[in-house]
């Protein structure tokens, strides 16, 4: 029976085999040239040609489909769904001249927080509105001018036909698929990894063997994210009362480096910086403000993020220390609250954090005009009686996002700068960012104006030397210096540096000399709870901590899905590398690495985990 069945197949397969196949040449020559040029554009000749021997086998597998189609409809259908993927192929080559990243990891951020989370995405992101419009119309009319295109080309083909039997065709198939195979072993054998570390730029977005990476493992798993519940039980167990409560200023200032803040560009902040405790080294929790806004207001690595989504309730426990010890909470915000559930997050499901909500994220399309809307609604609290004390101040401000925007009304500092951003301009043609750095430079020099109206206003009013002020970015942002445009693509020192400045009340400590996120709040309830310890309850230091860790972890975002590539620092040190398995046995596989010996790796990756396995 085996036998007979067997015969059959062999007899099919033979017979299938020598029948001649139409091949529409015009048309997948087109195909075969655009995606070989996105994906082989300004690389090295072997990673050229193993693109080339993808994008041929990946073609040929079309033409056999597409000659097995026989319905006109679903042949149409295919067509125009090839020139979806062809946009595919254009997109991921704009988004890795400009992030470095591929097209899912585009699609991962704007979906994978779900269908009702995807316009509030869109809206986050503040894209201009020709990139809309110009997106809008190759998804509409590209499909269309894929079957215009194929019939045609078709019918200049009929002209000249090309018929190949289609022994020839799997032939070249089946040897191009073992090429790349072999390829891909001489590479592995070699441990040279040119083509694995870039496989986003692949036609078929991967290698079929990669190198062998660093493993350290742990015989551990990660620390579970700590009990809320318990810990609010044990706060609520707790006699916080204050004699006196100063006023807390907390500033989140979107996508601003830390190099950037100078006495030309922002001299207000740059004083306040020098007048202050500002920090050597100091690092955001991650790439991306979702993460880093978890770590700023619950003082955990982002590590944490997809989980605190799914198990928190009641929002930020340092907030819910200070609402327990009698502060209220006033927000201010430029920035959009509901990207990512991040209001529900920090403020608690039913935001019943919040005394004092100003929200503005929806006044206006434009962030700088948003901004000061929210630096308004901050002095008038401020000239108000009822507000000289006991609150905590929450301002997002949004202006040097990208787009970076000023009002009108303002003067721009750095000329020229760029009108707009033209994203796919940008995205290979580098020559000339200055007009784009002279923008964001005009949009920090913009929110050092608004941070000076509140400092005046603020001594003004005789409140100065009696609040505590801290004023930070999310994260970093990048102009190519390491080979990507923006945020929340790398682990790079350019989006992840950034500027923390404490001013504290008759402080007269050592800080630190590094800092990151997860020590805003603890530096904080320890100079309101000087005799309290909270340290249990967040993975954060005081800055003033003696026994802080050397080390700062901090993460690349994946959306809504728990972020796994991290990179360690220590003084000059860079370990980059991903966690995996960390319910079970964590291991850490090592990337890369800089300033450290091989054979220290491993001592060093164990004593920056030891506080957060079991």
């Given amino acids: 029976m085996l036998k007979i069945l067997l015969k059959k197949i062999k007899d099919f397969t033979l017979k299938f085999l020598e029948k001649p196949i139409y091949i529409n040449y015009i048309f997948f020559s087109f195909f075969l040239f655009i995606i070989t040029f996105c994906s082989t554009y300004q690389t090295s000749f072997l990673f050229a040609f193993y693109s080339l021997l993808q994008a041929l086998a990946l073609l040929i ?24 993927v062809l946009l595919a192929y254009i997109v991921n080559f704009i988004l890795i001249g400009l992030i470095n990243q591929s097209l899912f990891f585009g699609l991962n951020i704007f979906l994978s927080g779900g269908f009702g989370n995807l316009f509030v995405t869109i809206r986050a992101i503040n894209l201009n509105l020709t990139m809309y419009l110009v997106i809008i119309l190759a998804i509409i009319t590209l499909p269309i001018f894929g079957i215009f295109l194929y019939y045609l080309t078709n019918k200049l083909c009929l002209k000249k036909t090309l018929f190949l039997k289609k022994k020839h065709l799997f032939s070249v198939f089946i040897s191009t698929i073992v090429l790349l ?3 891909d072993v001489s590479l592995k054998f070699k441990n040279i990894d040119c083509i694995s570390k870039n496989q986003k730029r692949l036609p078929l977005g991967f290698t079929f063997v990669s190198p062998t990476k660093k493993l350290i493992n742990f015989n551990s798993a990660l620390k579970p994210i700590r009990d809320e519940k318990k810990i609010l039980e044990e706060i609520n167990q707790k006699e916080l009362t204050l004699e006196h409560k100063p006023n807390i200023f907390i500033f989140i200032t979107e996508a601003l480096r830390k190099d950037y803040i100078t006495q030309e560009i922002a001299p207000n902040i740059y ?9 050597q080294t100091s690092y955001s929790a991650a790439n991306a403000s979702i993460l880093s806004w978890y770590s700023i207001f619950h003082s955990n690595h982002s590590i944490y993020w997809s989980k605190a989504q799914k198990k928190l309730e009641f929002g930020s426990l340092p907030l819910n220390l200070l609402k327990k010890a009698g502060y209220k909470i006033n927000l201010m915000s430029s920035a959009e609250l509901q990207y990512f559930n991040l209001d529900k997050l920090i403020f608690g499901k039913n935001l019943e954090l919040i005394d004092n909500l100003n929200d503005f994220s929806h006044a206006s399309s434009n962030p700088s005009i948003r901004d ?6 901050l002095l008038k609290d401020l000239n108000s009686k009822d507000k000289q004390n006991s609150n905590v101040f929450i301002v997002f401000l949004d202006s040097t996002h990208s787009e970076y925007s000023w009002k009108d009304d303002f003067k721009p500092k750095f000329l020229p700068y ?12 580098r020559n000339d960012l200055d007009p784009i750095k002279n923008r964001y430079k005009n949009a920090i020099n913009y929110v050092d104006h608004l941070f000076s109206k509140f400092l005046t206003t603020l001594k003004n009013n005789n409140l100065y030397d009696d609040s505590l002020i801290v004023f930070t970015g999310d994260h970093g942002e990048e102009f190519f210096e390491d080979g990507a445009l923006f945020h929340g693509s790398h682990l790079s020192d350019y989006q992840l540096q950034i500027p923390i400045i404490y001013k504290l009340i008759n402080n007269d400590k050592t800080p630190a000399y590094t800092t990151s996120h997860i020590d805003i709040f603890p530096t904080i309830l320890s100079q309101i709870f000087p005799n309290e310890n909270f340290d249990h309850f967040y993975d954060g230091t005081s800055i003033f901590n003696e026994n802080r860790s050397p080390y700062i972890i901090s993460a690349k975002q994946r959306g809504n899905f728990t972020p796994n590539e991290l990179l360690i620092t220590k003084n000059d040190t860079r370990l980059y590398g991903k ?33 957060l396995i079991n």
């Fill in 181 to 183: 195979f072999l390829i």
């Fill in 372 to 377: 000061s809307m929210a630096i308004d609604a």
């Fill in 418 to 429: 760029a009108k707009s951003i033209n994203y796919l301009s940008l995205s290979h043609l």
């Fill in 61 to 84: 597998g079309c033409i056999f489909i597409l000659n097995k189609i026989k319905s006109s409809f679903f042949k149409k259908f295919f067509i125009g769904m090839s020139f979806f």
């Fill in 579 to 611: 966690i995996n398995n960390p319910n079970k046995n964590l291991r850490f596989e090592v990337d890369a690495f800089k300033n450290i010996s091989e054979e220290n790796i491993e001592s060093e990756i164990t004593k920056a985990f030891e506080d």
């Fill in 271 to 279: 004083n306040f910086s020098e007048e202050n405790i500002n920090f």
